[in-house]
């Protein structure tokens, strides 16, 4: 799954990265690095700077390793972190706290969650239960669910009962495992991930 698109015209194998020749190929959704002050000047002309490398939100600049390898290194190193933290930012992410939460908000939770026309959801090893929906990931922990009287089991129905409900079991998980150490191993992202099939 792409993270953020690099601009280049040397050889370079990037996992998550579309690679592309011109800025008119990158996916605009996603952050964008532009290899080397050259074709960088070629692109933009008098409208970028040497001292700096972000160009606009979404677009930055680094020296090509003929240019100043140690920066360039360092650069690469930067975006990439940039991107995986970046990853999943347009969704919402909501915790269900059911012992501190107030009922009413609660309530409008629960609410939420079963009027979605479409849900993906996961249940971590450690008992977390994420679901997406409306570009909206809920968490409830299900150890606390339990701990207040409530089965698993009966939340796990409830949860398979929604409208075009996908519960992803650990099989399918594996799959998307490396990916999602490389996102800080924020398991939550798992139903995102899996909903557009992209694993590597």
């Known amino acids: 799954m792409d993270v953020g698109n690099i601009i280049t015209s040397s050889k370079l194998e990037e996992d998550n990265f579309k690679l592309c020749g011109k800025l ?22 008098e409208n970028v700077s040497i001292l700096h490398k972000q160009i606009d939100d979404n677009l930055y600049w680094t020296f090509s390793q003929k240019e100043r390898l140690v920066e360039y290194e360092n650069d690469i190193i930067d975006f990439k972190k940039l991107c995986f933290n970046k990853f999943g930012d347009e969704l919402h992410y909501v915790y ?20 979605l026309e479409e849900s ?15 570009n909206i990931i809920f968490g409830i922990d299900l150890n606390i669910i339990e701990f207040i009287g409530v089965p698993i089991n009966k ?25 999602i150490k490389k996102l800080d191993n924020r398991y939550r992202l798992v139903p995102y991930i899996i909903k557009y099939g992209r694993y590597t």
């Open 96 to 115: 269900v706290d059911i012992i501190h939460g107030k009922l009413s908000t609660f309530k409008k939770i629960l609410s939420k969650i079963y009027s």
């Open 24 to 45: 008119e190929s990158t996916n605009k959704s996603l952050p964008t690095l532009i290899i080397g002050w050259g074709k960088t000047k070629e692109m933009f002309g």
């Open 120 to 134: 993906i959801s996961y249940i971590t090893d450690k008992n977390m239960l994420y679901i997406l929906g409306d």
């Open 155 to 179: 939340v796990i129905t409830k949860i398979q009962q929604l409208p075009n409900s996908v519960l992803i079991e650990n099989e399918i998980f594996n799959k998307c495992k490396e990916f």
